[in-house]
């Protein structure tokens, strides 16, 4: 267990970084923090963002709308938010971010379940590791 | 001290013009981020302001981040007037219009 | 046994990636028109990719991150971008060739048309990215290939005056039947095959595939330091038998079978069998490697999880992205495309690509925060900084020259 540092550079040390959850798969990319202020004015560190959602504004320029655009029109609901992860279930800063949780708990895999659903399980031996 | 209720992201901050007694020091590069006691809760506690835009994610501004000589004296020479600004010394964060944030610092 | 297996990724990576369907062919024609006067090339990019797949293989063993993952988040998302993008290209026009290269060794085999083998290759070499164990993909492959080890052979069966060969390859002068810039255009399309990125996105993939950790970085270098020097020996083997036997006869190599012609000549029969089996394993390893580095980079830019050593459910947009780039590379060759031809396009990405690569891992491979006591030594500073300057005059180069010389005609 790394835990987590006593003091953190975010762009150097969190930002487009890959995180990892309890089993070791790969989750996703920091591909932003939210920040929320609280009473006291100080700026907390509540979630980490990934996907369209969060990458395309952080893009800016006409991309980075164009990203946003898509991805707001392939949202079912009206006004989408980006993929959230809480801090809360941050346990490690290393190389990458660490959760204390499995990926399936998390809400933000649309595409993965999708492609998952629709193509990867129809072919035959999709549920086991490559073997002989 | 900002009092915006709605949450901000990360990247409002980074580039977002560093201003003092309306002359620009820089832009923010960086944002240090302290664990609160205990708790793995993190606040923010500085912005590192830097007339240099690029190249503070491959990470010299550390001394755990060595050479190679040529990499490291050219980005440590381009970053050199870096410095941090404490979260106290931060007056108000306001969007401007045509995006990107400015960030006031307070009168000493 | 166990140590000797242990050598294939390393040897498959360098035979994928020093005698594939592309080098094949160009060592042959740059050993028919220019002779031995441009194997100072194949040296510089051996040494040049043994330094960089080294670092990008220590870096994937201590941190546990391959090299895609640290390109994101060293040049971060719009320089990453980039990359990703002209990695990609060159990648997949390689798996493009590829594929066809496995075909026209079929077809050489079988003397069954290639057209007809490029679906049944495609649907082949999916099923090794879908299902096949990684370590018996590199080891089957990377074994097999050694069957090139032929043209070493045939070079030494064809009795050469050594003592001239090694004058001309220590001695480079341009022919004089050929002009300057296609010499240099020759040599910057050589320095750009032997650096090709999918290389160290394979190679540090590969390492997590296998679990690495600091515990397997001695097997992990001798892996670089044997199998890449073996591939830059079967190119300068491949170039001299050329040189012998067809820039004598001034045949233009134009097919794989002219590649062959000098074992033919040399070792018979026997001969051309060995290179076939070479032919065929060199290619459809370079194949699945080049088809796993798609998937790896772009896997890798976008933080979803990658690789064989889970179920492709549990990898699903990673599967996904080998299919489409398969089927893709089927559909390109139906067209009629030459698959030696398309890999010429690839040089121009190169351009892009190899400094945005290799910047990276010789920044993290001095990060102490990720290598503790595996950061570079003073050795591998000196040589990456050196190395990295070459890339950055040869990509410059690059293009104006494609131009200039209209490829090398």
Known sequence: MTGIPRTLEAKLQLLDHQVIDVHGEMVCMVDDLELRPDRRGHLHVTAILTGPGALGPRWGGRFGSWITAVWRRLREDADPVPGRIAWNVVTGVDSGIRLNCARADLAIEGLETWTAAHIVTRIPGAGHESDA | ?108 | ?409
């Open chain 3, 1 to 409: 046994m166990k140590k000797m297996f242990a050598l294939a990724l390393g040897i498959l990576t360098a035979i994928g990636g020093f005698v594939d369907i592309g080098d094949l062919v160009t060592n042959a024609v740059v050993g028919s028109r220019f002779g031995l006067s441009l194997a100072w090339v194949v040296v510089l990019g051996v040494v040049g990719i043994c330094v960089f797949a080294e670092m990008s293989g220590r870096v994937a063993a201590v941190s546990g991150r391959a090299t895609f993952s640290l390109v994101r988040q060293r040049l971060g998302p719009r320089l990453g971008f980039v990359n990703l993008c002209g990695s990609v290209a060159v990648t997949a026009l390689t798996y493009i060739a590829e594929i066809g290269g496995v075909a026209l060794a079929l077809e050489l085999a079988s003397s069954i048309n290639a057209y007809l083998w490029i679906p049944v290759v495609g649907l082949l070499v999916w099923i090794v990215l879908w299902r096949v164990k990684f370590d018996i993909m590199e080891n089957v492959f990377g074994l097999a290939g050694l069957a090139l080890v032929v043209f070493g052979v045939s070079l030494w069966a064809l009795k050469p005056d050594f003592a001239s060969l090694a004058t001309q390859a220590l001695h480079p002068s341009v022919p004089a039947t050929e002009g300057t810039p296609t010499y240099l255009y020759y040599a910057v399309a050589l320095f750009g095959a032997a650096m090709t990125p999918y290389e160290v996105f394979f190679f540090s993939s590969g390492g997590i595939e296998e679990k690495w950790t600091a515990k397997d970085i001695p097997v992990m270098r001798s892996n670089v330091f044997v199998g890449f020097p073996l591939g830059g020996l079967i190119s300068l083997a491949i170039a001299a038998t050329s040189m012998l036997v067809l820039g004598s006869s001034g045949i233009d190599v134009e097919s794989l079978g002219q590649v062959a012609l000098p074992v033919v000549v040399a070792l018979g029969k026997v001969g051309l069998i060995f290179a076939l089996v070479g032919f065929f394993a060199a290619t459809f390893g370079a194949a699945c490697e080049t088809g796993l580095s798609v998937g790896y980079s772009i896997s890798q830019y976008f933080g979803w999880q990658w690789g064989k050593f889970v179920a492709p459910r549990r990898a699903a947009r990673f599967h996904v992205v080998m299919l489409i780039a398969t089927i893709m590379a089927v559909g390109v060759l139906l067209t009629t495309a030459d698959p030696i031809k398309v890999t010429e396009y690839s040089v121009v990405f190169s351009a892009v690509a190899l400094p945005l690569t290799y910047l990276p891992i010789l920044v993290v491979a001095n990060d102490t925060r990720y290598m503790g006591a595996h950061v570079n030594g003073r050795l591998a500073n000196v040589l990456g900084s050196f190395y990295l300057v070459v890339i950055l005059i040869a990509s410059l180069a690059a293009i104006p020259l494609m131009v200039l010389t209209k490829a090398g005609q």
């Open chain 2, 1 to 108: 001290m900002s009092q915006t209720p709605d949450p901000l992201r990360l990247s409002d901050l980074l580039g977002a013009r560093v201003v003092e007694e309306s002359s620009t020091l820089g832009t923010v590069v960086d944002v240090r981020l302290e664990r609160i006691s205990t708790s793995d809760e993190i606040v923010v506690t500085a912005l590192r302001s830097s007339t240099a835009r690029y190249g503070t994610s491959l990470g010299y501004g550390r001394k755990q981040q060595r050479g190679p000589w040529i990499i490291s004296r050219l980005l440590r020479r381009l970053h050199r007037d870096d410095r941090w600004i404490p979260w106290t010394a931060v007056d108000t964060i306001s969007e401007v219009a045509g995006g990107g944030c400015v960030v006031t610092l307070t009168n000493r």
